[in-house]
């Protein structure tokens, strides 16, 4: 991958922003009111009058502020924050056999090239990662781990490893016994063992739309059929309109991420999952959790997980370190609740179990302890990063742009006027050397053609910034070529 | 797993067995002549009067000399072998619904139990491996990888590995590119990923009887039917009945371990396999094939494989590293021919890449080039075990029994006699502290009851020995009860 600067001027000026943001959010700044001065501020946070300049005049260009000739900045009375996208008003679609195989290999082979701008993959940057105590701990288990370090582990992992996944899940709510953790080769193949788990090749599965295309190809891949179930980016799947799928169609297992959903960035309230939870239980639906992302909240507690309401074991809980320290070590697991002997089996007959070093290094890591203080960097450095992206929307983009505003997770969901072709401007953007996900590739249909998933989780840098910038000018030309075009 | 200690006591014993063995094969003793003294090949080998006591002693217990009294220890005529097991007379049996999941899991969770004497597991002894290097390789990596070591590979693994493999693979006669070559999580992973690529459930699937268990849980959880083809210890899977099955049924793939098939050991000649190779790409039928033995081989040449015949893409070859370097990296490989987009999407959508550190670690060993030297090693130290286990089983088995003298891999298939229930002596032995693998899970059919496959891959040790004298034991006990019954 392309690996962008790190542009220490673009964090001082995040600063900058996210101290004024802060006094207009504690009410210590009113609509109306003047804000510091350059110098004042300047001085205040140690950072130079031009980067306090170039923060007070983004903060202008993103509608905040307003500049009044020889008075300086004043807080604007009602900001405009980028709406969001219109919620969905199509109820859950009909079985339907999954069929973006091709289309997503498309896609994918084009988002994955290293020598793209990857903002279509939503991958946590390595400079957010602790990569240096890791490979520390790395070398330390290979010398110190004797024989034991290239020979088997047991089919659910390392139980260092699984008594500190359990200890670190108590924080979502979850309470599990490290005999009840699965170590898998990261969330994707805990998704796998848990949809083998539940399902026999004709059955229903209810998604969310959009969802993440990985569950597409899963159920491409198995014979399975996918009721798409609206997801909001506020709130995502609502209870009522799941309750409502279920009593349509047959459905055989639900696969939902409730926190920050890919690629919607929502979050399913804790009451509703609570709701949902119970209902699944209630009518023997095994339910498929992904919460690879639930760690990476910008709120102030970490949201809980279906399977924090969880009591007969009908939730199967899927996540992973690959987000929050070491895509490359593929350290995952699967809490498989009442499908275990399943699981078990399924994990045997497609790998054994996983690679006995980097379980041993993630067991270490976590043992000492400095996990949550590394969550709370990575949670407001992907928040800074969400707000910039968010800015640069708003101004580059057409005018009738809107996107999410995530409470959480690395990507957002950018709906671009009705005109604009998704899958067109993702050859245009590739042929300037920038990788996107197109809509398109969320649903088996076309409800997401003038979408965008967008990534921010690359280390901001110039060139992330600039590239922004010109996807906003590839999509005005698309908009205004359509307009045109009559 | 239980250590077995090393005794090299018990190996200069078998020192002195394959010197007398070696003089005897090369006609440098011809039947009836007189072997040197005791004194004499003591002093020759420079081990103790006992030692070479003990040998020729053991030797005349297996028939190969025989002691005159007052005049030394003589070659007999015909020396008498452990009898191979008789072939099947059983042409291939008609597709079969697989349903061995539940007595494997059962026999598994017995086998793999790590308080027992491991004879059911073949897995090669860390003390037969180059765990240090390995360790140390690991630790360099970790220190000197940078950041790439905690990032994702790409999805087909590792280049400089994939070409460390490409390297190595030429000595088998494949000749392969480093892009053609997928690194798995092992050699199941491999095959995990070949069955799912050539195969829809309801497919019939040629396989050899007996076969390797993990391959019928592969059929029964994918809904698949197996065909089952006879293999004899000598020559394996024949290719007139290969032609047969193809001929009668409808058979959509073949999975086939053609060097040292487990658990029988056959090796398929190099000519039977071009023959076979090339009436399936004939039919369009595409071949898996395990060689995880391969690198195994007790004969002065490594076998080729199917793969080294493959001229369309047909053949999608398996193998790992687990039996020869470090089974806890899960470091294995697939060259999928033709089928390498199956293959892709496959591995992307199981757990996206393998571990990235020890892929890394595999092939800075590759690089350093010592590992033809150890594969040197492990062999000769595989088949000293092969033959000190056949001379035990001969010495305490009941006399019908017969027994495979295996040309490579790590096990031996025992023929007892046809009173001996298979499952009843797995129980008695565990019962006893001592894992074996009874016949029956290498059959959907009940053919192989009287079979059991012991594992000569752990340390030769005096709880080993004893473990061996203690099943002779019971077999003769359980096969004694049975005669005294009537």
Request: glycine share 8%; charged share 20%; with cysteine.
């Amino acid at each position: 991958m392309t690996r962008p600067e790190t542009d220490d001027g673009v964090f001082r000026y995040v600063r900058v922003e996210r101290h004024i943001l802060g006094l207009i959010e504690a009410g210590r700044l009113a609509p109306g009111e003047r804000i510091p001065s350059l110098r004042a501020l300047g001085a205040h946070l140690g950072v130079s009058l031009t980067t306090v300049n170039q923060a007070y005049m983004a903060l202008e260009r993103r509608g905040l502020l307003e500049a009044r000739p020889k008075s300086g900045f004043f807080v604007r009375a009602s900001p405009p924050r980028p709406p969001a996208p219109r919620p969905s008003a199509i109820p859950a679609k009909p079985p339907t056999t999954v069929n973006r195989g091709a289309l997503i290999r498309e896609v994918l082979s084009g988002m994955a090239r290293r020598d793209l701008v990857p903002l279509g993959v939503a991958q946590t940057d390595e400079a957010f990662l602790p990569t240096k105590p890791l490979a520390r701990l790395l070398a330390k288990v290979a010398t110190a781990g004797g024989e034991s370090i290239t020979g088997y582990e047991g089919v659910c992992g390392n139980m260092a490893l699984r008594r500190q996944i359990a200890w670190q899940l108590a924080g979502a709510g979850i309470d599990t016994r490290p005999e009840d953790v699965m170590v898998t080769a990261g969330a994707m193949e805990a998704l796998y063992i848990a949809v083998r788990s539940v399902t026999r090749p004709g059955d229903n599965v209810a998604i969310a739309a959009p969802t993440y295309y990985c569950f597409l190809q899963l159920l491409e891949n198995f014979g399975l059929q996918a009721v798409e179930i609206p997801s909001h980016p506020d709130g995502g799947v609502h209870p009522a309109d799941l309750q409502a799928a279920l009593d349509r169609f047959d459905v055989q297992a639900v696969i939902l991420t409730p926190n920050f959903n890919n690629p919607d960035g929502s979050r399913i309230p804790d009451e509703a999952k609570a709701e949902m939870a119970a209902l699944l239980a209630a009518r023997g639906v095994p339910v498929i959790e992904d919460d690879v992302y639930g760690d990476l909240t910008f709120e102030s507690r970490r949201p809980h997980c279906f399977k924090s309401y969880d009591t007969s074991g009908n939730v199967l809980h899927c996540s992973s370190f690959s987000k929050t320290l070491a895509p490359g070590f593929r350290v995952g697991y699967l809490l498989p609740g009442r499908f275990a002997g399943k699981a078990f089996e399924i994990k045997a007959t497609t790998n054994v179990c996983c690679a006995t070093p980097t379980q041993m290094a993630v067991a270490e890591y976590l043992s000492q302890g400095s996990f949550e203080r590394h969550l709370r960097q990575l949670r407001a450095g992907l928040e800074r990063q969400a707000r910039m992206m968010e800015a640069q929307i708003l101004r580059h983009f057409p005018g009738e742009t809107r996107v999410t505003h995530p409470g959480g997770g690395s990507v957002l969901w950018v709906q671009l006027p009705e005109t604009v072709d998704a899958i067109t401007l993702f050859y245009e953007a590739k042929a300037r050397g920038i990788g996107v996900a197109p809509g398109n590739i969320f649903s088996s249909f076309d409800q997401f053609d003038h979408f965008l998933r967008l990534s921010y989780s690359n280390a901001w840098s110039p060139v992330v910034e600039a590239a922004v910038a010109t996807l906003g000018r590839l999509a005005c030309d698309l908009s205004a070529g359509d307009k045109a075009r009559p």
